[in-house]
């Protein structure tokens, strides 16, 4: 069992530049979220993906974040012209599960913490 | 909206005292409820879920929750908690239909002194 993985682990940039992470879910899981996390909060959901149709995003998500899950596997999160703000850990999780809106188990990867100098 | 609450921010307790972590949340609807933990250095676990039929429900590590609908809380319990036990714990919550999001909580930090 390989879990979930997540790259990078650390990622530091400029205000301004673009970033993307990459999430390997578990091979079986058909589902895939996307959370950020800043400190002292829980993670905040981000968005959801069932195989490779994004069915939810979150009205945090701006229009400078964009996710993509091509052939219903790794998925990526990128974040254009970042902000100061944007500097948080990236978690991902997956799970099995069905069409309906069913209570799977979410399996967390490790996390990309990015910061945005 | 929906929200949910964690009002212990930081708990420190010595061995083999008893544990419960309060949550309460937000929503009109059904919802699923869930307990996730995570220990130093480790990824975000799941503890329990509750999603029907008995409120109370059980987990890894001697943990439990119950799940009071009449007050909208999913409190986390243990009866005699352990060093190893020491780790951040977050309360979930889902609507049961309409859509795919989480909301968790805070979170609580438990310190436990050997």
């Known amino acids: 069992d390989t879990g979930v993985s997540q790259d990078p682990r650390h990622k530091i940039t400029k205000r301004g530049q673009n970033v993307t992470f990459r999430c390997d879910p578990i091979?079986?899981?058909?589902?895939l979220y996307w959370y950020r996390q800043t400190l002292g909060q829980g993670p905040e959901f981000l968005t959801y993906f069932q195989n490779e149709a994004q069915l939810e995003k979150s009205r945090l998500l701006s229009d400078r974040f964009s996710a993509e899950r091509p052939k219903g596997s790794f998925s990526t999160l990128e974040i254009q012209r970042t902000e100061q703000g944007d500097s948080a850990m990236y978690l991902c999780?997956?799970?099995?599960?069905?069409?309906?809106?069913?209570?799977?188990?979410?399996?967390f990867g490790p996390g990309t913490r990015l910061t945005v100098l | 909206a929906q929200s949910v609450s964690q009002h212990n921010h930081h708990v420190i307790l010595s061995e083999a005292a008893s544990l419960e972590l309060g949550c309460n949340y937000s929503y009109g609807g059904t919802v699923n409820l869930f307990w996730y933990v995570q220990y130093p250095g480790q990824h975000l676990q799941l503890l329990l879920k509750?999603?029907?039929?008995?409120?109370l429900v059980k987990g890894i590590k001697g943990f439990e929750a119950e799940f009071i609908k009449s007050k909208f809380s999913f409190n986390l319990r243990k009866p005699s908690v352990q060093w190893s036990d020491t780790a951040e714990y977050f309360c979930a919550v889902n609507a049961a239909s309409g859509t795919y999001k989480y909301i968790f909580g805070t979170g609580t930090r438990l310190k436990v002194l050997a």
């Open positions: 999780a997956s799970s099995l599960g069905g069409t309906a809106y069913t209570t799977d188990t979410q399996y």
């Open positions: 091979s079986e899981h058909n589902r």
């Open positions: 509750y999603f029907s039929g008995d409120p």
